[in-house]
């Protein structure tokens, strides 16, 4: 187990080594990174964050592709890092294996599921570090933790040998601390050997997503709009948009969600559209989840901590009502949102709505929280868009990001467009 040197980040610590020999450029020569404990590696059980998972499961018989190709492109292991228990969390504390410490806000949580690689490179333990995004574990976690995170368009990367969650929306992220390695990681995953930076055609600024947020507006967008306008001498349009009426428009299947318990809920700012979409994203997570690994939870009857465990027991009560809706849901916003973005746009949202939250927060005064995170989570989630998060420093001594998200198999775009704003933001 790690120590409280190491931030807590790993669950074990071990130098991995490449089991071929590969044609690849070593493009990540002398970079270390940390593998989140869902990936499997050859002779290793897989933990998945719950130990009774662990008891119950053999090792893996090969190891993720998506390991053995930074493996291969020079870049050494270091260990597996501590996550949120079956990836149903994004909060990152682990009941069980103790929750990887924030190294921007001690007395905040690190974000999860992919809590340990988060904080393995904020903390400068690693180089860069992969995890997985389901309903938001690298983009989360990267805002907390002040560093960036990448969640690819969904299929974009590999997803053999890494336990699923929730296949629908599972994807392969990964974590940096600039965007020059950001970008070199992609290479490798994406399979591309060369990223050229394209002016993207325009900026497109989702106005009432920021109200979701407890940030100033202008500490978000401003230090945005002007990198793009340095970086491509103010050729982009800049435009703003009502997203939560657009997607309202567009997305005729969202009225079968909007009278849900989830979208009436009474609070400070809501926008109905968008937690509707969180909603039926939810709910097909719930269905997939219960599919993958209801049988084994009924069979080995595990204990999970406070928060998961309630999770948990939902999933396994989900029928199959409005699945079919769901995945409607999904195609339709896929086709509104490629026509809002047009072939080089780009989309401007919140990361989540504010800094991260403290420790052990009381479940009930988490809910307003996590319904506008999840409300901001769906957007790409659900349609399976590309999205960065960008860390833009601290405000009030926590730490605040932006997003940016591309169409469907932008994810090239996208990295070479925050590479080429870093210099700028």
Known sequence: MATNNDFGAFIEKVTISPTS????????????????????????????????????????????????????????????????????????????????????????????????????????????????????????????????????SHDAVSTLGVTPMAQSFDTVGWFARDTAT?????????????????????????????KLCSVPHDLLVQPLVGSVEKSFGGNTVVKKVNLGEYIEQNVPSLKHFMTSDDVTTQQEFCIPSLMALSSSMRLL????????????????????????????????????????????????????????????????????????????????????FRSRAFSLLSIAGVSGFCQVSIPLGLHENLPVSVSLVAKYGSDGFLLSLVDSLAAFI
């Open 182 to 210: 950001l970008k070199r990681v992609g290479c490798v995953l994406l399979q591309q050997d060369h990223l050229n930076p394209i002016e993207p055609s325009q900026l497109i600024i989702a106005d009432d997503c920021f």
């Open 285 to 368: 997570q719930r269905h997939e989840f219960k599919i993958n690994h209801g049988a084994w939870i009924s069979l080995v009857k595990p204990e999970f901590g406070p928060g998961i465990s309630a999770r948990i027991e939902e999933a396994i009560r989900t029928s199959e009502e409005k699945i079919d809706l769901c995945r409607s849901v999904k195609s339709e916003l896929i086709a509104a949102l490629s026509t809002l973005l047009g072939e080089k746009g780009v989309l401007v949202i919140p990361t989540v709505p504010g800094p991260p939250p403290h420790l052990q927060a009381n479940v009930a005064a988490l809910e307003s």
């Open 21 to 152: 020999t590969s044609s690849v450029p070593s493009s990540l020569q002398g970079l270390t990174f940390a593998i989140k404990d869902i990936f499997d590696v050859e002779g290793r059980v897989t933990g998945f964050g719950n130990p009774d998972w662990l008891r119950t499961h053999s090792a893996a018989t090969s190891t993720a592709p998506v390991v053995s190709s930074l493996l291969e492109a020079g870049a050494t292991a270091l260990g597996f890092t501590i996550m949120d228990e079956m990836a149903y969390s994004i909060n990152g504390e682990n009941a069980h294996y103790g929750t990887p410490r924030n190294p921007i806000a001690f007395d905040r949580v690190p974000g999860g599921s992919s809590s340990g690689s988060a904080v393995a490179v904020a903390a400068r333990l690693v180089d860069f570090s992969i995890g997985t995004d389901t309903g938001g574990s690298v983009r989360v976690p990267a805002s907390y933790c002040g560093i960036f995170g990448f969640r690819p």
